[in-house]
Each structure stands twice: as structure tokens, then as C-alpha cells.
């Protein structure tokens, strides 16, 4: 593989992806990759700046009823989010071991492009909904521990700065 997952405290993490503008064979690889880096550490879904690459790019797999859902989403946009709001506890391949509740809507309706580049729209609730918007603040330079509780973070400090370490040590 020719990436690997950053952890927070990576500059990538922070900045907002640059869009995609070529659909050719070299995306529908790297969303491959991205599947097997986001398997290999049992996510459910990744962004490409996770693996220190500025594009907007995500993959989601969710398990429904025994079967897997394989979505790619290029250049995605949200369109229109629910007034409901519900927390529900979040984690990140980016930031292993911290677990805590973000309230966000609870129906999400996202826009985007597959991998040849043609248009798509997906309205979306529950997980979908909320993996849509994780995995698209990834794309806007936002964490979800970015999301909860300034007081609440700060409990997670020395985690924080264990997890930023295991950058240098890869």
C-alpha cells in the first residue's frame, strides 16, 4: 500500500481537501486502498486526509443485515441536514482509543460524484447520516472531538498527545 493512516495532530487532518478533478483509474485505486486501510483497522468509513492526502474523497462500508454497503464519494457536499438532532457516541481511525458522544442532525441529504464521475445524491439518516457527516467535516479540516465540549476535551490531553506522537514513531 502506498499510505498509511496519520493521527491527529497531523497538519493534513486540519486543512480543508483540495476537490477532485480527475476521474480516472488512479481514484478508483486509491478508494480501494482506502477500503483496505479503513478494513484493516475495523472503520466503517475513511477519508482521504486520514491517509495524509488532501482530496475529497470518502468510503463508507456499513453492515445491513448481514450484507455490506460499499459507497465512494467524490467531492461530496451536504445539501441539507435535519432540524433533529441526536448524540451518539463517535470514534475515530484517526484518533484510536477516544470514544465520546456529538450531537448532529439526525438526516443528512449529501451530493457527489462517483468514481466515473457522474452525479449522485443520497438522503440518508441514523449511522448513514452521521458517517456522511463525520467523514465529510474529515474532508473540511474538522475532527469530531473538534464537535464535543471544550471542557470534555481537555480531559483527553495526555491521550491527545500520545496519539500526535504516533506520527513521528511510523
Known sequence: ?????VYYGKDTLKQ???PVEE?????????????LIMKKNNGIGLAAPQINLSRRI?????SVNDSASRFVIVNPEIEWLSDDRVPYEEGCLSIPG????????????VRGYDLNGNK???????VFARVLQHEI???NGILFIDRIEEFIRK???????????????K
Open 16 to 18: 480543508t481537501a483540495l
Open 155 to 169: 480531559e483527553y490531553l495526555k491521550e491527545l498527545k500520545k496519539i500526535k506522537k504516533m506520527n513521528r514513531d
Open 137 to 139: 467535516d474529515h474532508l
Open 58 to 62: 470518502i468510503t463508507i462500508e456499513l
Open 1 to 5: 500500500m502506498k499510505h498509511n493512516l
Open 23 to 35: 476521474f480516472n483509474s488512479e481514484l478508483k485505486d486509491l478508494s480501494e486502498e482506502m477500503f
Open 98 to 109: 477516544i470514544y465520546e458522544n456529538v450531537d448532529r442532525p439526525s438526516a443528512v441529504k
Open 120 to 126: 449522485l445524491t443520497y438522503d440518508a439518516e441514523n
